[in-house]
């Protein structure tokens, strides 16, 4: 069961959305990419390498402004993003990491880092850091701004498989906690099972949605065998579509 | 430390040694060069003449810094403006520092404006060349994340730009510091009244050579202190988190 509400908070409708490749020629990599995420919903955008999904996650986060077509975003709206790498400022401590991003305030500062096991690093600077760590510290600088919508651009990408299904675990708990918007980008099909209440499916490049699949169990709930039914359902689905 | 102490000892020496072999019309010895330093501190001209110098390389120096800086990033940052300004900063560059002191003499006159502001245009260029590398290297991802996370513009300045030119800045500031004195020392021979480099004009002119090295010692140590208790500490604390610094 979706724990979403059933108020749309963000629409996006990308028309079309075109990079210069490295040769100079024009390509499209985004073609009539339009869904809406529901408040406090978590989304999982799937699809292969190079059909658009970070071009996607870029474009809703503001970075790119360059496309053909619309956002509807609510007027004051706060966004916590998860980079592929953690792009921490390598000159200000962990802590400083969290408040120059916007963290709310001390309180929920020490709350992310605790929830994270970053109690005993606030003060080490991003360079003395394991990876695992230092994506830790980007995902709590995400959730530490209380954001209105949460990107997370696939957080666990080059972690080895044991350390990212520990950070999975604890991202499901803080996403559990915490109920923000959320949309995932991952090509990770179990992944996206375990985080998301629905997952749409891009094809490959010029991504465009051939898919979508609301997951009925809570996050919580998903056995093994449910999220194995949940998998083999949705792949039938991605078969038919293409 | 230790080896430090010994190598100026062994200086000391050379010197010493220098003075015995040239003569001390030449080259005065160590001892008679303290005297002289002793005498004009007394007489307190030998700190007028210092505070006059280090204000004129203290004042240059901040302004092109300053304007170097900001003229750096620009270029660094908007290619119609390094367009436009490079080809000025080559000229620039390139111009002998002479030449530039003595023009600016001839068109504002013998005053302390047309001595800083010669100083300061021999610097900036440096000072520019130096802070477009810097915001050419400026690494697009931490913007792009300061964006996402709607950080202020003064915020993402002083944090993600500004800790970003720093090592840049550390290098102009160095080059600059020892830069500006030396050509502080000329403008003053130059045209002006006093500081370090008219006492030295007037020492050329008497060839009092023990009043000549009377005079650039202090200053040189003076330099040398400013260098290892104020530059040296500065870059230790802006470069602090660089893991692989001991």
């Known amino acids: 069961m979706s724990p979403a509400g059933d108020r749309i908070k963000f629409e996006i409708a990308i028309a079309s959305k075109t990079l210069r490749t490295a040769a100079g020629a024009m390509r499209v990599v985004l073609r009539d990419v339009a869904f809406s995420l529901k408040e406090g919903e978590v989304c999982a955008l799937l699809g292969p390498s190079g059909c658009g999904k970070t071009t996607l996650l870029r474009i809703i986060a503001g970075i790119d402004r360059d496309f053909e077509g619309r956002l509807a975003l609510p007027s004051r709206h706060k966004i916590g993003m998860v980079f592929q790498e953690p792009r921490l400022l390598p000159w200000r401590s962990v802590a400083d990491n969290l408040r120059l991003a916007g963290a709310s305030n001390e309180t929920s500062l020490a709350e992310i880092a605790s ?63 915490r109920k923000a ?26 991504g465009r949605i051939v898919a979508e699949a609301t997951i009925e169990t809570a996050r919580l709930a998903l056995t093994p065998e449910r999220a194995a039914g949940v998998k083999s359902a949705l792949l039938a689905r991605i078969a038919a579509a293409a | 430390m230790l080896f430090r102490l010994a190598s100026l000892l062994l200086l000391l020496l050379v010197w010493e040694l220098g003075s015995k072999i040239a003569g001390a019309r030449l080259l005065p010895a160590p001892f008679e060069v303290l005297v002289v330093i002793g005498s004009e501190a007394r007489s307190g001209a030998l700190f007028i003449n210092l505070a006059a110098t280090l204000g004129r390389v203290a004042a240059s120096f901040a302004l092109a810094m300053g304007l170097g800086t ?150 040189v140590g003076l330099m040398l202190t400013i260098e290892t208790f104020v530059v040296q500490p500065i870059e230790r604390h802006v470069s602090r988190w660089r893991p692989h610094q001991v």
């Open chain 1, 115 to 177: 929830a994270l096991g970053l109690d005993l690093h606030l003060d080490h600077f991003p360079g003395e850091l394991s990876l695992g760590l230092a994506r830790r510290v980007a995902i709590a600088r995400a959730f530490a701004i209380k954001p209105d919508l949460l990107l997370l651009d696939e957080p666990f990408v080059s972690l080895d498989a044991a350390l990212a299904m520990r950070l999975r675990e604890e991202l499901i708990a803080l996403v559990e906690t």
């Open chain 1, 181 to 206: 918007t959320t949309l995932i980008v991952t090509h990770d099909v179990d992944e996206a099972i375990a985080l998301a209440d629905r997952i749409i499916v891009l094809s490959a490049a010029p």
């Open chain 2, 70 to 219: 900001a003229l750096g990033m620009l270029m660094g940052r908007n290619k119609t403006i390094d367009n436009l300004c490079d080809p000025w900063l080559i000229v620039l560059l390139n111009l002998p520092a002479l030449v530039i002191i003595v023009l600016a003499y001839i068109w504002v006159g013998l005053n302390e404006v047309a001595a800083i502001g010669a100083v300061a245009l021999n610097k900036l260029p440096n000072t520019a060349a130096t802070v477009r590398e810097g915001a050419r290297a400026f690494d697009a991802s931490l913007d792009e994340m300061a964006r996402v996370f709607a950080m202020p513009l003064r915020t993402r300045i002083r944090h993600v730009f500004l800790p970003q030119l720093a090592p840049y800045l550390a290098a102009a500031t160095r080059s600059g510091l020892s830069l500006v004195w030396k050509i502080v020392l000329v403008v003053e021979l130059l045209g002006r009244p006093n500081g370090v480099g008219f006492e030295i004009g007037i020492a050329f002119q008497l060839f009092d050579v023990t009043r000549l090295l009377a005079y650039a010692l202090p200053f």
